[in-house]
């Protein structure tokens, strides 16, 4: 029989929220972590995003933390972006609905008077991004020696980010007697060394063998020549709204994240946002509510910007490349078919990323059911410069303010394909674009944010 959230020794106050959720079972991350966290010994919590992973360790937290009106906060959650602040203080109060509990989300790129302020008026719970967090504890306004418990979420995303540094400064400030928890969706040696060096003897939670694809997903791959193609390929499937409902596409760099939303269809433009770490936080924060809300339905962005976020009914993931880090396809698909809803994922591979593709099959034990390319899918001619011989590259530096349009050593298209909505000047478009990438007004959004 499943476990419920009785069985766990969730206490009343809990339960009723968890009800008004509509949760009726435990994850297994859930399930595992209540009484390793109760237990108070130091955590660490192998699990995707998708997981349930931000109520299992908040959970027996709020089962155990007593009601205070003391100043200081006694849990400290890190997280490696403002967007998670965000949601993991939104998922807090979902959970802390019928408890009395002061928690207040801080990231840098806001005004820091208004958080000292905030501050100042007491808190049981601060989530932050390790920057700011740092700075507050500089400058007094944060006073950590009440805390208890240290949750540290995502640790491989903020390892990458490289906040090592930042994280080192935060434990040092903080009191030596406390319970680290922490999560993160792979275990990477810079993960490994950070448990070695500040951990003390952590109980393991790992959730199924990684690499084991969610049950309600359906997967689908595309052998596709190059980007372009990509696109066109891309654009057939978004034509079709009765279907791909809220589609969430992922590319593995931020430039071939701005060079895809230039690149698709104008007949999306009311569509599409976009996200990844050179865009500004009220950018990001921007397109995250859009995407989520369900007023843009499609969401480019990149791995490490995505890995953190949780969207309800994500209908397809589009894996735009294959990722050279099978790891990555797992996470890109765990977004979709969350939490008991069916999801679909989709991933292109070109001739060169077979060898990913096989990587990722090996991983999951299955092979990816294989799609032909529909016939009305134009093959495009157009190599972005990653695709180009690196001979020609050198070539049309040398022509300079000369574009890069395809001499006649390419096939010429077929009078069918060429019978698309492009327009005219698509091609130079394209070749315009991918010599200089824009971010469509990007720079300026920046500068017109600037406070
Ligand atoms: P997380 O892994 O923390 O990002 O959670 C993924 C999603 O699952 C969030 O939308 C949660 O609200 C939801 N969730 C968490 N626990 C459960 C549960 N026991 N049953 C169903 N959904 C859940």
Redesign the pocket.
Known sequence: MQTT?QDLNVSTPLLNA?ED???????P??EQAFSVVRSGKDVVGI??????????YMMPILRDLKFSDQKHPRVLVLVPTRELVL?VVE?IE?LAKYISLRVLGVYGGANINVQKREIMQGQDIVVATPGRLYDLALSKALNMKSIQKLVIDEVDVMLDLGFRFQLLNIFDVLPERRQNIMFSATMTEDVDELIQDFFKSPEKISIAVSGTPLDNIAQQCYDVPNFFTKVNLLNHFLKDKETFTKVLVFVAFKRTADLLFNSLDESFADEICLIHSNKTQNYRIRSIRQFDEGKNRILVATDVMAR?L?F?GVSHVINFDTPSFPENYMHRIGRTG???KEGQSILFSTQKEQENKEAIEELMGIQIPKIALPEEIEISEILTEDERPREDIERSKNRSGLEYVPGPAFHEKSEKNSKTNQGGSYRREIANKYKKPKTRGDKNYNKRNKK
């Not at 959720?21 to 994850?27: E, N, V």
């Not at 699990?47 to 299992?56: H, I, L, W």
């Open positions: 959230f968890i959720l509509g949760f009726i079972h435990p994850t991350v859930q699990a995707q995003t998708g997981t349930g992973k931000t109520f299992a949601q998922e979902k953190g949780d309800d969350r939490a008991e």
